[in-house]
Each structure stands twice: as structure tokens, then as C-alpha cells.
């Protein structure tokens, strides 16, 4: 089993910046890719970017030149720099993680941008 704990969203105004972070725990060893996703009011859960265990990263053409993933595998957490936040970016964000024993979800955090 792994466990997901994100933290870090909040109320920004447009144009400025986050850091999210997820904490990973339990299985952890197993975990091979990790990523963030989103899910604004009224639409379907969307992926931001992932980055595998070796840093090998991909992202959602909207958030590319905006938004970065990282990860330090020896803190067991992941993070999401995001940048020029735009209203449009307002959503709950999720950790995910798969492994060889599944795929696993954080509760997710509000990232709020106002015009």
C-alpha cells in the first residue's frame, strides 16, 4: 500500500506562483511513476504531469513553460512548481502513484487563482 498526502495549494492571484508538494509513504520502493493531476468544478479529472522514477518528465500542453514536476526520491515526495498561474488553472490537484501493487490517489488540494 502507498499513501499520498499533498499539501501546498491556497488562494494566489493571477500571475503568481505555488509549490505543491506529495508526501509518499508505505510502499514507497514500489512506486515506479509518479504524477499530478487536476480536476476544475464541473470537469473530468485531467493529467498535469508525471515523472518517472529515473526523472524522465512529460506535461499537458497548457501547462508547459508554466508549470514543473520534480521529485526527491530520498525524501519520498514529489512537488509541482507552478508558475504564471492563470484562472483557468483553479482546480483540485491529486498525487498519483503507480506501482506494482496498483495505483494509488492523495485526497487532492485546492488550488484557487483569482483574476
Known amino acids: 500500500q502507498v499513501q499520498l498526502v499533498e499539501s501546498g495549494g491556497g488562494l494566489v492571484q493571477a500571475g503568481g506562483s505555488l509549490r505543491l508538494s506529495c508526501a509518499a509513504s508505505?510502499?514507497?520502493?514500489?512506486?515506479?511513476?509518479m504524477a499530478w493531476y487536476r480536476q476544475a468544478p464541473g470537469k473530468q479529472r485531467e493529467l498535469v504531469a508525471s515523472?518517472?522514477?529515473?526523472?524522465?518528465?512529460n506535461s499537458a500542453d497548457s501547462v508547459k513553460g508554466r508549470f514543473t514536476i520534480s521529485r526527491d526520491n530520498a525524501k519520498n515526495t514529489m512537488y509541482l512548481q507552478l508558475n504564471s498561474l492563470k484562472p483557468e488553472d483553479t482546480a483540485v490537484y491529486f498525487c498519483?502513484?503507480?506501482?506494482?501493487?496498483?495505483?494509488?490517489w492523495g485526497k487532492g488540494t485546492l488550488v484557487t487563482v483569482s483574476s
Open positions: 498519483a502513484a503507480s506501482s506494482a501493487s496498483g495505483f494509488y
Open positions: 515523472i518517472s522514477s529515473g526523472g524522465s518528465t
Open positions: 508505505g510502499s514507497i520502493r514500489s512506486i515506479d511513476r
